[in-house]
């Protein structure tokens, strides 16, 4: 598979994935990037991805025919719930030869495809299998979105730390202003520690600011 697909994470269900997926998109492709999104596992849905149709619209494109024919968008399951547990629900298995068929067709027509996961790294695909372990079998470089709510600090490092053990590539943190804050001082004195910890931590890795929703 073409070193093309940048895989999608964060620090939990919360962190604004979608959106911050969405926004970096719609930056590259005005930056000329053929770039394409697509969902791992979507779960708390039928028939189509809401976080794919987020996508689009941040984009500010129609539905694509990947989207359509459901390549962009291998597997959905009906219960809101860690891709394991709504897998068991469904009473169906994930499908991991359909994913990586579909990101494979992706990677063949588009510069860039935006990988994104279901909530953070450690979140389990299956009973003994996690993201992260999905992650660095393929050794997807990965973009993390992070935002300034309490107790970001703390998820963003050990998520930082699991990284690094596995020896995998960091390309992106991506700093999610949305949802918007009154108060700012949390927001604010979070992204600079982050930012310090990168320089000294991950010195290639490029930080991001996602603004507000406008």
Not at 135 to 159: C, D, M, Q, W
Not at 184 to 210: C, G, R, S, W
């Amino acid at each position: 598979m073409k070193n093309n697909i940048i895989f999608v994470s964060g620090i939990d269900t919360d962190a604004g994935k979608s959106y911050a997926t969405g926004y970096i998109a719609k930056q590259w492709l005005n930056e000329g990037r053929h770039i394409i999104t697509q969902k791992l596992i979507q779960t708390g849905n039928m028939g189509r991805s809401e976080d794919i149709e987020l996508h689009r619209k941040i984009m500010d494109l129609p539905l694509l025919e990947e989207d359509l024919s459901g390549v962009t968008m291998p597997q959905i399951f009906s219960y809101p719930a860690s891709p394991h547990l709504a897998a068991r629900i469904d009473g169906k298995n994930i499908d991991f030869k359909k994913i990586d068929e579909a990101s494979q067709i992706l990677s063949e027509k588009y510069d860039t495809v935006l990988l994104e996961g279901a909530g953070g790294l450690m979140v389990p695909l299956t009973e003994d299998y996690l993201t992260i372990d999905y992650i660095a079998e393929r050794n997807y470089p990965i973009l993390f979105v992070t935002s300034g709510k309490l107790g970001s600090i703390n998820h963003t490092l050990l998520s930082l730390e699991a990284i690094k053990k596995r020896g995998l590539t960091l390309h992106t943190v991506a700093y999610n202003l949305f949802p918007t804050v009154s108060d700012t001082t949390i927001q604010q004195d979070t992204m600079q520690f982050i930012k310090n910890y990168l320089a000294k931590h991950f010195p290639e890795t490029d930080f991001v600011i996602v603004p507000e929703l406008t």
